[in-house]
């Protein structure tokens, strides 16, 4: 580790002790300039690894849901008997970002992550850096800089010759093939067909030679900047391709293009983004997507939705709506007067954010398991989208319900419910320019009979087999503690991650705590750089071999309060001693 320098024990070295007369003014002036020469915490020199990343290195875990069939179920050598010896080994900090986000990628050497605009190999046991590599330098007025956005970095093993890949998406829409040995760019693209609006935040997903991406829209936030025109023209879509050169090989859309409708005052279809990563149905040549909702009227048959695609082609094979006619988009968040691009009355922003599950219940059968922004978790048969079972578990929500994902093994599935309200204006910076200062992004609330907590619900039938609902303090007073982040289960242990900053290790046979970490603390890196943790969000806890990486720090609908811990740039790696 490089020494660390310490500007402050410098700077008193340039003041006059007590009691002795000042230094020359050229010594002060020496130790001034060395000072300034001095790396400063936050530019630490990288501990350089001296080694080479191995070609044919073993996946310990891969993408936001861990696997094709998105279950955040792996084999890892974490248990009840064990977990409760986790200890921090190291952290890594995100230089200037206020977020931290992205499923890592782990090999049995490498641990895969992005770091604000950058994607970045460490070695997975010391934490030394192998690579870094930046996607492209880009901002947007209000709208703000560009980042890997990607809910997971996706590691592509080598193959039949084909070098090892190393994927992820970017904030403006462009994805990125990087060589996993040296970092080096193998293709880049643009993956929508709008370069202001389009962006990717899912994570992809590879079959047999195909790779999946799903495509979501900022329109959903940003039409509020969009005053000259009427909302809302774009829409989401998934793009099958070529992952070792980019080649488009299908695209399905969301919705048709939207045109303008003066009766209604709207553009439309539109809106149906693609949040979550696609699952892989391989018996049924099929790959299933979630959907969200559409932004203005008219509104379509397969917003908040699960969908069922010919993996070959696109088409349709079923839809399963959950949520009719739920048309939202943050203009609905806008002082009157300044909402004419939310339709009246307008939806709840009810979408399936969370990936569908592909699950094999206990007598071999399977199903499509669903979680929605509306508090209920569905059941489907993957043959038709019929429904097999649905359960109510909250109330519903702009940040859930279920919000980023569930977990299961193969007796039941694990779903986090927040029931909490934000105003998603936070994320654009706009609260000097419109309202009153203090009136955009600032409010956050409990739903009318918000049941947040953790969930365990029988894989066959539904049925709850236990429910915990943990509360912390702030300022003296208690709250209910809210999970929005993804869930994990390994073996005999559900991780979850909440947004006040507490990484909990749960029993999945009763719920009993057997672990906990606060993460909410300041830090110092393997490079010597301090950071800080905050909110535990989106990725979520993420177990690989005898480690959990846990990304602290989210900011994208509010900064700390009395339910979040706020703003943080921290990966957290704990180990088994």
């Not at 002060?28 to 060395?34: R, T």
């Not at 996946?59 to 179920?73: A, E, K, M, Q």
């Not at 030394?128 to 492209?136: F, G, L, P």
Request: neutral net charge; glycine residues 10%.
């Amino acid at each position: 580790m490089p020494a660390r320098h310490h500007p402050n024990l410098l700077a008193s070295l340039c003041r006059p002790w007590w009691g002795m007369a000042p230094m020359s003014t050229a010594v002060s002036m020496l130790l001034s300039l060395l000072a300034a020469a001095l790396p400063h915490p936050a530019e630490a020199a990288t501990v350089r690894c001296t080694d080479t990343i191995a070609a044919e290195a073993q996946v310990l875990n891969n993408g936001f849901g861990f696997n094709p069939s998105n279950t955040r179920h792996v084999l890892t050598g974490l248990h009840s008997g064990n977990v409760g010896r986790l200890q921090l080994a190291r952290t890594h900090v995100a230089v200037g970002s206020q977020e931290k986000k992205g499923v890592p990628a782990v090999t049995d050497q490498v641990v895969y992550f992005s770091e604000g605009r950058d994607f970045v190999a460490a070695n997975r046991r010391t934490g030394c850096e192998y690579w870094r590599q930046s996607a492209d330098k880009r901002s947007t007025a209000l709208v703000g800089g560009n980042a890997v956005r990607s809910s997971a970095i996706y590691h592509l093993p080598a193959h039949n010759g084909r070098k090892a890949l190393v994927m992820g998406g970017d904030f403006y829409g462009t994805f990125y093939a990087l060589d996993a040995q040296t970092g080096q760019l193998v293709w880049k693209a643009f993956l929508g067909t709008d370069t202001s609006r389009h962006f990717i935040t899912g994570s992809p997903v590879v079959h047999q030679g195909t790779m999946f991406v799903p495509v979501a829209t900022k329109e959903v936030i940003t039409t509020v900047l969009d005053v000259l025109s009427a909302c809302c023209s774009s829409h989401g879509m998934l793009q099958a391709l070529d992952p070792y050169t980019g080649k488009i090989k299908w695209t399905y859309h969301t919705t048709a293009n939207a045109v303008y409708d003066a009766k209604l005052g709207f553009k439309g279809p539109n809106g149906v983004s693609l949040w979550g990563t696609p699952t892989i149905d391989a018996a049924r040549n099929a790959v299933v997507i979630g959907t969200a909702q559409n932004l203005s009227p008219p509104t379509t048959a397969n917003s908040d939705a699960v969908i069922s695609l010919d993996m070959s082609t696109g088409k349709v094979r079923w839809v399963f709506q959950a949520t009719a006619k739920d048309t939202w988009n943050a203009a609905c968040l806008m002082p009157k007067g300044l909402d004419g691009h939310c339709a009246v009355p307008g939806g709840k922003d009810l979408d399936f954010g969370a990936p569908p599950i592909l699950a094999t219940l206990p007598d071999g059968t399977q199903a499509i398991v669903a979680g929605s922004k509306n508090g209920v978790v569905y059941s489907l048969n993957p043959d038709t989208g019929a429904l097999n079972w649905q359960q109510r578990l909250g109330v519903g929500s702009t940040l859930g319900g279920i919000h980023w994902g569930m977990a299961i093994d193969r007796q039941r599935v694990y779903a986090a419910v927040t029931d909490l309200w934000v105003n998603k204006l936070a994320r654009l910076n706009v609260s000097n320019l419109i309202a009153a200062p203090g009136t955009l992004g600032a409010d956050i609330h409990e739903e009318v009979g918000a049941r947040p907590g953790i969930y365990a619900l029988d894989l066959r039938t539904g049925e709850r087999v236990w429910e915990r609902h943990d509360t912390h303090e702030s300022d003296g007073v208690r709250y209910n503690s809210m999970y929005s982040a993804a869930l994990s289960v390994t073996n005999d242990v559900l991780f979850a991650g909440s947004l006040n900053g507490i990484v909990r290790a749960l029993s999945t046979q009763d719920g009993q705590e057997l672990w906990r970490a606060d993460t909410a603390v300041a830090t110092l890196d393997v490079h010597g750089v301090p950071g800080q943790g905050g909110s535990i969000d989106s990725a979520g806890p993420v177990p690989a071999g005898t480690d959990l990486y846990v990304n602290s720090g989210y900011k994208s609908f509010g900064g700390k309060n009395a339910y979040q811990a706020g703003e943080g740039n921290t990966l957290f790696v704990f180990r088994l001693p």
